[in-house]
């Protein structure tokens, strides 16, 4: 079972976990990096960031601009022959390199290629985290592969409307032309991304419920993040899970409960209509 604190997100008095990011340059675009980047290090502390692929390539030479910036070791890898992708193979075996150091407590596979989906099984079989980071065009094997799967579209930056004046007006958009938002919020899509499975969170609920149809929230979210991994609020438009909940008054009902020998409360959800 995936670690709550993985999916919760919150902050704990426990020992920062230690991640490997390891990042396919062939399958991401640079342009989610400051999004990435943010976004791993609420899961723990990246401890080795590694990125993969032909650096001497056209394709790839938006990275060069900012592996420094972001303290990001490159690996070179030339393709040996048309059609082989060399990048995979090498990415695989450092991360068994890694994996048998059992240093970590976690890895970051930031690719949307299948190819790394026995990548994935293999590390969650030695107990370890693994959580996914890709477009929404990743094949769903890799996506169930891992503990937490999230999608990079929720991770881009956006430009302001100024910039965006600029960019019409300019001849070429380099990635000095684009302002990376700052405000964690600014990462979230304008328009949801995907319709919102009322069914799926129903049936969710219905069985992690207790006797009197309450769950707490924070284990009704890591409940769907088992279910699918590539749950995110943010595909739907909003930051948090509560603010998805809350939006939705005709499906849920959402109450702040105290908890019993403590000062502090917890946010409990139920269906809006009992059977």
Known sequence: MINPKFV????????????????????????VIEGLLAEIASFGETTVKRIY?????????????????HAI??????????????????????????????RFDGFCL????????????????????????????????????CHKFIFTEVLRPVASQETGASLLASE?????????????????PDQPTKEFPRNFFLQALENSCDDTGWTNLASFGSY?????????????????LSDLIKAHTDIFKLEERSVHGSASKVLCVRAAKQT
Do not use: C, H
């Open 224 to 240: 769907l993040s088992q279910l699918q991994p590539d749950f995110d609020s943010r595909l739907y438009g909003f930051k948090k």
């Open 73 to 102: 070791k490159p690996i070179q890898q030339f393709a040996y022959t048309t059609g082989k992708n060399a990048t995979d193979s090498t990415l695989i075996i450092d991360a068994m390199d890694l994996l048998y150091t059992r």
């Open 53 to 69: 692929g032909d650096f001497t390539s056209t394709a790839s030479s938006q990275w060069k601009k900012i592996l420094n910036k």
């Open 110 to 145: 930031v690719s949307s290629d299948s190819d790394f989906t026995g990548l994935a099984l293999r590390i969650r079989e030695e107990g370890l985290t693994v959580l996914g980071f890709g477009e929404q065009k990743t094949p769903e094997a890799f996506r169930n592969a």
């Open 8 to 31: 919760a997100k919150i902050e704990s008095e426990e020992p920062t976990r230690r991640l490997a990011v390891l990042i396919d340059a062939d399958n991401v675009s640079a342009s």
């Open 172 to 188: 070429s958009t380099s990635l000095k032309s684009i302002v990376i938002a700052t405000n964690r919020t600014a990462l979230i």
